[in-house]
T-cell receptor, first 112, second 113 residues
Framework: QQPVQSPQAVILREGEDAVINCSSS?????VHWYRQKHGEAPVFLMI?????EQKGHEKISASFNEKKQQSSLYLTASQLSYSGTYFC?????????????FGTGTRLKVLA | DGGITQSPKYLFRKEGQNVTLSCEQN?????MYWYRQDPGQGLRLIYY???????QKGDIAEGYSVSREKKESFPLTVTSAQKNPTAFYLC????????????FGQGTRLTVV
């Protein structure tokens, strides 16, 4: 039931690009992306809604394929500050509830 | 400033003891959540609540209990029935809605010895 993210971990050099994927077995109303530094609280990056609307970070983009129940996060020209663990969050689809579950996480490390 | 506060940051308990983790928010959010984080397993949902005096089990509720007597507070009790309680626990809150983000506390690292 927990969304599956891929890859599990990735190492980049500064300036390189990365793509992180999130795949759910259930239909999604929205996908949310967060970044967490070690030992800290996750920080909101962006929300993608059905129909293509996006809200969030200016320098990070993402896509949401409603039919495939997948989302991808695109990190371009990575900076050292992008290091951390990325999570996708999805809202439950059962009517009347807003169960909020997160993916398995992707560890990203950017090297100088 | 509005936010969500978890306390304590670090907690040590002996095996077999119940322990309660505190979570308070002053964001006027209706929904609150508890997650457990273990290395390599992401965030797993323990319990969630959308309204005072009501809460639902998440994916790993066994060995945990919660209460929601006030809108601002959602304490989590880790009982002796939880077989492997050592973990990092995160509390979050949000407004109700598919387009609303969650705000997280700084977490409590629980170690059971």
């Amino acid at each position: 039931q927990q969304p599956v993210q891929s890859p599990q971990a990735v190492i980049l050099r500064e300036g390189e690009d990365a793509v992180i994927n999130c795949s759910s077995s259930k239909a999604l109303y929205s996908v949310h992306w967060y970044r967490q530094k070690h030992g800290e609280a996750p920080v909101f990056l962006m929300i993608l809604l059905k129909g293509g609307e996006q809200k969030g970070h200016e320098k990070i983009s993402a896509s949401f394929n409603e039919k495939k129940q997948q989302s991808s996060l695109y990190l371009t020209a990575s900076q050292l500050s992008y290091s951390g663990t990325y999570f996708c969050g999805v809202r439950g689809t059962t009517s009347g509830t807003y169960k909020y579950i997160f993916g398995t996480g992707t560890r990203l490390k950017v090297l100088a | 400033d509005g936010g969500i506060t978890q306390s304590p940051k670090y907690l040590f308990r002996k095996e077999g003891q119940n322990v309660t983790l505190s979570c308070e928010q002053n964001l006027n959010h209706d929904a609150m959540y508890w997650y457990r984080q273990d290395p390599g397993q992401g965030l797993r949902l323990i319990y969630y609540s959308q309204i005072v005096n009501d809460f639902q089990k998440g994916d790993i509720a066994e060995g945990y209990s919660v209460s929601r007597e006030k809108k601002e507070s959602f304490p989590l009790t880790v009982t002796s029935a939880q077989k492997n309680p050592t973990a990092f626990y995160l509390c979050a809150s949000s407004q109700i809605g598919v387009d609303t983000e969650a705000f997280f506390g700084q977490g409590t690292r629980l170690t059971v010895v």
